[in-house]
């Protein structure tokens, strides 16, 4: 059975944790383990989400005590959780969550089916466009896709990936120029590479919107994110793309002998 490590990153979002980590709770999957990093926001996030998670030893929380945003939260809590290489790391925001309780099974699923190595997706947002319809509903890549720095980003949530393909990024990849983790556009930092390096053949797409965006929270715009969210956008064109990879592969231990 397929082994999956969810990991939440919360910002100011106390209004909404109770629902994300309860829809972690009820998923019919039950092979699963989640870590919740809260950043410090001015606000009571943690103890919602204290309060969502008590009696479910499945849940590990951290409370940072200044604000650290996603791409530090996502790598120290994946070094915290010491996942195996085979193990997938689900990627889920504070302020969402799953809209189906059979979420973690369709992706569990989609890996032993396919044998593939990331997975991305279509959420549904909770709030409907004025012309009718929800956001979300998102294509796959093009089969063959080999560009994914120029092309449209496609990559969207929910996000998945085996543990041994995140291994294989850089985390100097991760940051900006300035040696910092991002704070923004961790998603396209993420998965960019991780889509080279298995291209279309080994990633799949879930077309089932399993996830619910929440577009409800109307957070105060800072214009420092703005402007290094373009800086990142930049930085992603001219970094150098990561080969593809045909096999998962060798451990070190094992190549070295």
């Not at 082994?3 to 829809?23: M, Q, R």
């Not at 279509?122 to 009718?132: M, Q």
């Not at 965006?213 to 715009?221: H, I, L, S, T």
């Amino acid at each position: 059975m397929t082994k999956l490590k969810v990991y939440i990153n919360c910002g100011p979002c106390a209004e909404f944790v109770g629902k994300c980590i309860t829809s972690v709770r009820e998923q019919s999957y039950p092979d699963w383990e989640a870590w919740v990093t809260v950043d410090a926001c001015g606000d009571d996030t943690y103890t919602h989400a204290a309060r969502a998670a008590r009696g479910d030893a499945r849940f590990h929380l951290r409370r940072n005590q200044t604000r650290k945003y996603s791409m530090h939260n996502l790598v120290h809590a994946i070094q915290r959780s010491r996942p195996e290489p085979e193990d997938v790391i689900v990627c889920l925001d504070g302020d969402d969550w799953f809209s189906d309780r059979n979420a973690l099974c369709i992706v569990a699923e989609t890996y032993e089916k396919f044998n593939c190595w990331v997975t991305y997706g279509s959420w549904r947002s909770n709030v409907p466009r004025l012309t009718g319809g929800y956001d979300g509903l998102w294509p796959a890549y093009p089969e063959g896709t080999t560009d994914f720095r120029h092309h449209r980003f496609l990559g969207t949530a929910v996000r998945t990936w085996k543990k041994w393909l995140w291994d294989c990024l850089k985390d100097e990849d991760l940051r900006s120029d300035s040696g910092e983790y991002v704070r923004v556009s961790e998603d396209q930092m993420i998965m960019i590479p991780l889509l080279e390096m298995c291209g279309t053949q080994k990633a799949r797409h879930i077309a089932a919107p399993i996830m619910t965006y929440n577009k409800v929270p109307q957070y105060a715009q800072d214009e420092s994110l703005n402007r290094e969210g373009l800086r990142n956008g930049e930085l992603i064109e001219r970094r150098t793309p990561y080969m593809r990879l045909l096999a998962k592969p060798a451990p070190a231990d094992a190549a070295a002998d």
